[in-house]
């Protein structure tokens, strides 16, 4: 992602002055990639003494940067943590780092959150995971809680050479995933809304008065241009979608905000059958478990499937080709939407709920009224842009397909206006 070279700087400052050893970190969020003109909401967490480029690069609105930090060994880290910045920690942190570590690493999705802390005068909620636990999710899903916010654009501020290969595979499998969602033809909102909106199907917040209703509408409308630079290598070099608009022959195109580009895949059942076979290794056993019940195979022949399936190497992007079962499950026209849909809820709905819960004791009562509160705030604000009439760039069927409501109403702004 290429944003401001003094605000990259400023983020990567805040990572030094942690002595426990940081392998990765990523900045994500509305703190680092706008999602909305700044409203009442984001004033209320204020950095106390913040960097010029951070107050330049948040135009002074002063929200809270979430971080990820990933770590080799919890336990370790905590431990050197806890001694350097204790007053990071919640009244759990007084029991110690091995309670702490059996905290993140068994309950939830495997991430310890620290939020409202001040580190260099800025105010940040920083998360911390095991590699492993990150990599795996990365690669096969387990949860899609991280894999899901990298599926995104994010700021990485700290790489790791295994962590990358992790995330293409995840980059990839989002794209497929929704091809697999998403008509023959249709525009980049409705692509990138469909991908924005995967981690945030099964999210409870999304149900409950604590999130905005246009959140993914408003991450795509303006962080369009991110996500062509995550996404749009990658349908070139994927065989069944392509960009079908001819505004894309201009080598300048990917940085014009106001260009919206249509996409067209092919619906061949191999060559989707061959998209379902390479998702996720723990996302495709749940989807198969589906159609093991809808199609009614018996037992025996499903294991048989099943154990024929587990013959692939987890690091690679491109895997094996799917077969009559895969292909079946990729020409159910009327049904397959709803199952991927309901799949990704499942992935998602208990691990989110859970870390959701865990942060009643990792963050302390009193952070975690602030932080209610703040999303409360940004639920309203949500509301009153319903009410504005600002439904946003992007809507959402149930079965998770995103349609790109604000390049319609240009389109007809355009038919009205020719002669």
């Not at 002595?19 to 003109?37: D, E, L």
């Not at 700044?38 to 929200?63: D, R």
């Amino acid at each position: 992602m290429i944003i401001n070279q003094e605000f990259k700087e400023a983020l990567r400052q805040i990572l030094w002055q942690f002595r426990a050893p940081i392998r990765y970190a990523f900045a994500y969020g509305s703190g680092v990639f706008p999602q909305s003109a700044g409203s009442a909401s984001s004033k209320l967490s204020t950095h106390p003494s913040p960097s010029h480029a951070i107050t330049t690069a948040q135009q002074g609105t002063g929200k809270m940067i979430d971080m990820i930090f990933g770590v080799s060994y919890t336990q370790h880290w905590h431990s050197l943590n806890l001694q350097q910045h204790r007053d990071h920690y919640s009244l759990l942190g007084s029991f110690g780092s091995g309670l702490v570590s059996r905290v993140q690493d068994n309950w939830g999705a495997g991430v310890y959150f620290n939020p409202y802390v001040t580190v260099n005068g800025t105010l940040i909620k920083y998360g911390v995971v095991n590699l492993d636990t990150l990599c795996k999710d990365l690669s096969q899903w387990d949860t899609l809680y991280l894999a899901g916010r990298l599926q995104k654009p994010v700021k990485i501020l700290r790489d790791d050479p295994r962590v990358r290969l992790a995330n293409q595979v995840n980059l990839i499998s989002a794209l497929r995933t929704a091809l697999l969602l998403l008509p023959a033809s249709f525009d980049e909102l409705q692509l990138y809304g469909t991908i924005a909106g995967i981690s945030y199907m099964g999210d409870p917040r999304m149900s409950l008065p604590t999130e905005n209703p246009h959140k993914v509408s408003n991450i795509v409308a303006n962080q369009l241009t991110h996500f062509r630079r995550l996404y749009a290598p990658l349908i070139d070099n994927l065989p069944n979608v392509s960009f079908d608009d001819a505004r894309c022959s201009d080598p300048e195109w990917d940085e014009d905000p106001d260009t919206i580009a249509s996409l067209a895949q092919d619906m061949d059942p191999v060559k989707r059958g061959n998209m379902v076979r390479r998702l996720p290794k723990s996302f495709r056993e749940k989807l198969y478990f589906q159609y093991q019940s809808k199609f009614q195979i018996p037992q025996l022949e499903f294991d048989k499937m099943m154990e024929e399936s587990r013959d692939e190497d987890k690091t690679r992007v491109n895997r094996r080709q799917g077969g009559r079962f895969e292909q079946r499950i990729a020409g159910d026209d009327d049904g397959l939407q709803k199952e991927v849909a309901g799949v990704i809820r499942k992935t998602i709905g208990w691990p989110s709920t859970s870390q959701s819960l865990k942060g009643v004791l990792t963050a302390g009562v009193r952070r975690t009224g602030r932080y209610l509160s703040e999303k409360g705030n940004k639920w309203r604000e949500g509301k009153a842009q319903t009410m504005a009439g600002g439904d946003g760039s992007v809507s959402k069927t149930d079965d998770g397909q995103q349609h790109g409501n604000g390049e319609r109403d240009r389109k007809d702004e355009a038919q009205r206006k020719a002669p």
